[in-house]
């Protein structure tokens, strides 16, 4: 799951750290903003916030690397913390809208079948005589 830091320094979208030579530490961030926190007395501190889920790669990724593949590992990341029932809620909610989408485009089909059965029999009528 995303969860919400808040920094007094910047925030980069793409942290890696390097455990050993076999994993590294990764975090994401997106929606990364500044905001001006009042502390006192009319006083404000300039913070970051953002959006950041974190997981693990192999290896000594490059941040570049990281940057090529930001949406499919903030996915990954985010399924990794998820309960099972979490995990089948997600997937069902993806199947639901595509068996919508894809009865909505049969209902487009039949509608248009129709039509064109209709065109055809007009046609064949003109050309019958009738």
């Known amino acids: 799951m995303a969860t919400h830091d808040v920094s007094a320094t910047p925030l980069d979208a793409v942290t890696v750290e390097p ?3 076999m994993v590294s530490d990764v975090w994401l961030r997106r929606n990364i903003r500044e905001t001006n ?5 009319g006083l404000s501190q300039t913070m970051w916030e953002a959006d950041v889920v974190s997981g693990t790669l192999p290896g000594l990724p490059s941040v570049s690397y990281v ?3 930001f949406a499919q590992l903030w996915a990954s990341f985010e399924e990794a913390d998820m ?11 993806t199947l639901g809208d595509g068996l919508a989408e894809v009865a909505g485009i049969s209902a487009d089909s039949a509608e248009m079948v129709e039509v064109l059965s209709q065109a055809v029999e007009e046609l064949a ?3 019958g005589g009738e």
């Open 37 to 41: 926190i009042e502390i006192e007395d």
């Open 125 to 127: 009528s003109i050309i």
């Open 19 to 21: 455990r050993g030579e």
């Open 67 to 69: 940057q090529d593949r």
């Open 83 to 93: 309960t099972d029932r979490e995990l089948i809620e997600l997937r069902s909610d």
